[in-house]
């Protein structure tokens, strides 16, 4: 199935341990995007990326370390998890840039203890 | 700092009548607005948007109207519907810039 997938949905870890967040798109989309949620912040830009192995920070980046060798994966990484990176994360796609309408996957909601 | 703000964390409205969201931003470049809706344990998805050159558009029961000088958009849904339940978020960029999100709305619609 064509679309946008998130692996895994949820999971716990302990402080200071490294976790990686998966995302993989099948639509070939130049632009992916993670975002974090938070009540009462909505949705935050943590990296993006406009192509394979070309990223940027974005409005939270700290903490959070990203990769992309090909087009359809982007994986997210915190290398050393603290409490407050406990959070819903999203990641999203699209072909257009970080101004335009994205797909989003189903997100991860990761919890830090 | 935030820039784009959803002052209302709930609205319930009855099934068959209007539910207005809204939605007010502070940054002044802002040129392109968005609304996604989005259930729980799923992802945000994109409802409609408008860029800052109108003060409407509409999509079936859906309308978004911005007021510029006031830097205030709101989302009207007529008629409701239960399945319109959901969490709305308010989304605004400039040109080649990040979205910036509102916290979101949570609609409820009573059949």
């Known amino acids: 199935d064509a679309g946008i997938t998130q692996s895994p949905r949820y999971k716990i870890t302990e402080t200071g341990r490294q976790v990686t967040l998966m995302c993989h798109q099948t639509w070939s989309h130049s632009y992916m995007f993670w975002y974090r949620q938070d009540l009462g912040h909505g949705l935050r830009l943590i990296y993006y990326s406009a192509a394979a192995d070309i990223t940027d920070k974005g409005e939270v980046p700290d903490g959070y370390v990203v990769s992309r060798s090909k087009t359809e994966n982007f994986p997210l990484t915190l290398e050393s998890a603290t409490r407050s990176q406990t959070s819903v994360y999203f990641c999203?796609?699209?072909?257009?840039?970080?101004?335009?309408?994205?797909?989003f996957g189903d997100g991860t909601r990761l919890s830090i203890l | 700092d935030q820039q784009v703000k959803q002052n209302s964390p709930s609205l319930s409205v009855q099934e068959g009548r209007i539910s207005i969201l809204n939605c007010d931003y502070t940054?002044?470049?802002?040129?392109?607005f968005l609304w996604y809706k989005k259930y729980p344990a799923e992802g945000p998805t994109f409802l409609i948007s408008i860029s800052s050159i109108k003060d409407k558009n509409e999509d079936g029961r859906f309308t978004v109207f911005l007021n510029k000088s006031a830097k205030h958009l709101s989302l009207h849904i007529v008629p409701s519907q239960p399945g319109d339940s959901a969490v709305y978020f308010c989304?605004?960029?400039?040109?080649?810039?990040?979205?910036?999100f509102g916290a979101g709305t949570r609609l409820t619609v009573k059949p």
């Open positions: 940054n002044s470049m802002f040129d392109y």
């Open positions: 989304a605004a960029s400039e040109i080649n810039n990040d979205m910036r």
């Open positions: 999203a796609s699209n072909d257009r840039g970080g101004n335009q309408p994205q797909h």
